[in-house]
């Protein structure tokens, strides 16, 4: 198929592996990036938000021509029971900066765009190419791959795999395990789309202003999910996602779940009149620190979705993926100008930078709440948002009753749907996860 040798192979063109590729690129590495997509982005269906700050680090000046949505200045968080919500938002008019921080993006555009850079920078992208397994030598290296294509083998001194969370190479390979049901979500989304106008008069937004919201209570039916709701410039992607293992448990179904999200009161008229024009799924890892698989090994290393680095808590994916991208690609640019080969122990070298970086340290210092919102789920997503929406009600209700009554009444409420130890102790298990 191709007889020259690359310097590196990057298997996957979403956010790692573009930055990965970018990142050698740049430094003159003779670098080959296969996806297995029409095009980069082909299967990306999310409708992210990017981090300004990770992608300045490899494009300084993508605000240029980078096909960005909205720049956030409003976050909102809704605790949801059936009929109502309970709200926290922040919105600044600090984030109306002259170099934003956040942005709404339409994946399969942007990742297109980020791809386009790849190739400006020297990398050889091919398309429409699926890596079936990985080259090892007699003493167990890994020296290229092979492809679906015609031919033979693809050699290169490293490959960084890149492939996301449902990539089956690492573990053909027996390099990383099939990610668990119960670190793993599924996610399905709707784009809705409407006129810019009526987003911005819903939204309360001007101009190129975006916010999110972010949703959780008894949307998710007692199950570890969220829903969100992200304004673009003239689509809103609004969806919901859950544990794999939670569906597998309850039998409900992802489209179920969005649909009853979409017709809650607190959300519908947001999305009135509006016409559907995609429906898409994905899956993202949600395993935290405790998931994160061997990261390197004798002549490759794995960054992204693929390595499990994604903060459930904070919802923050594609700056982890972009991040741990090029991290791997500079570690293995240090050891190629070094001429130090590409074997286990010295590729280590992206580990300890990867621990030294944001990724790591933010990761485990949440290692633990995965794990309690799993298994407390019924608590976390049911029954507190239930009990919350009651006293919220009871409060801002006048209705002659005595305030003393109704305090009595929330604090019943409470004791008989869980007693006080239980409260405490679930309170004091998430204070120690969060810690």
């Not at 395993?287 to 002549?299: M, T, V």
Request: proline letters at 3%; glycine letters at 8%; a neutral charge.
């Amino acid at each position: 198929m191709i007889d020259e040798k690359f310097d590196a192979i990057v298997v996957g063109a979403g956010m790692a592996g573009n930055a990965a590729a970018l990142t050698m690129a740049q430094r003159g590495m003779k670098v080959l990036q296969l996806e297995r997509g029409e095009y980069s982005g082909s299967k990306n269906v999310q409708g992210a938000i990017l981090y300004a700050d990770m992608l300045e680090k490899l494009i300084p000046d993508f605000r240029d021509d980078a096909p960005l949505e909205r720049h956030l200045v409003e976050q909102r968080f809704w605790m949801m029971d059936d009929r109502s919500h309970v709200g926290l938002h922040y919105r600044s008019e600090d984030f109306n900066e002259q170099s934003p921080n956040r942005y709404t993006i339409i994946r399969a555009q942007f990742d297109k765009w980020f791809s386009k850079k790849v190739q400006e920078a020297g990398a050889v992208v091919l398309c429409e190419t699926t890596v079936v397994e990985l080259v090892k030598d007699s003493f167990g290296k890994v020296i290229g791959v092979r492809t679906d294509r015609s031919g033979g083998l693809i050699r290169a001194d490293v490959v960084v795999i890149a492939e996301g969370v449902t990539g089956l190479l690492g573990t053909r390979a027996g390099l990383r395990e099939i990610p668990k049901p119960e670190n793993t979500a599924l996610a399905v989304k709707e784009m809705h789309f409407m006129p810019r106008e009526t987003i911005e008069s819903r939204f309360n937004l001007k101009g190129d202003e975006g916010m999110v919201i972010e949703a959780a209570g008894t949307i998710s039916r007692g199950m570890t999910g969220m829903g969100f709701i992200y304004s673009n410039k003239e689509c809103v992607s609004i969806g919901m996602g859950c544990l794999v293992s939670d569906f597998q448990r309850t039998g409900e179904t992802p489209y179920g779940l969005l649909d009853a999200f979409k017709r809650h009161p607190s959300v519908a008229p947001l999305i009135e009149g509006s016409e559907v024009k995609e429906y898409s799924a994905h899956l993202i890892p949600e395993g935290g620190f405790k998931a994160i698989p061997q990261l390197y090994g004798d002549g490759w290393v794995v960054v992204g979705d693929a390595a499990q680095l994604n903060n459930a808590i904070h919802r923050e994916g594609s700056n982890l993926a972009m991040t741990s991208g090029r991290i791997a690609g500079e570690a293995i640019f240090q050891l190629r100008s070094r001429r130090e080969e590409m074997t286990e122990q010295n590729l280590s070298l992206y580990k300890e930078m990867l621990d030294k970086s944001f990724v790591i340290k933010d990761l485990k210092k949440y290692k633990d709440m995965p794990a309690l919102l799993h298994t407390q789920s019924q608590n976390f997503f049911l029954t507190y948002p239930q009990l919350v929406s009651k006293a919220m009600q009871s409060f801002v209700r006048v209705d002659g009753t005595p305030k003393v009554e109704k305090e009595k009444k929330t604090i019943r409420s409470f004791v008989n749907a869980r007693s006080w130890l239980g409260l405490f102790a679930d309170g004091f298990r998430l204070a120690r996860a969060w810690r």
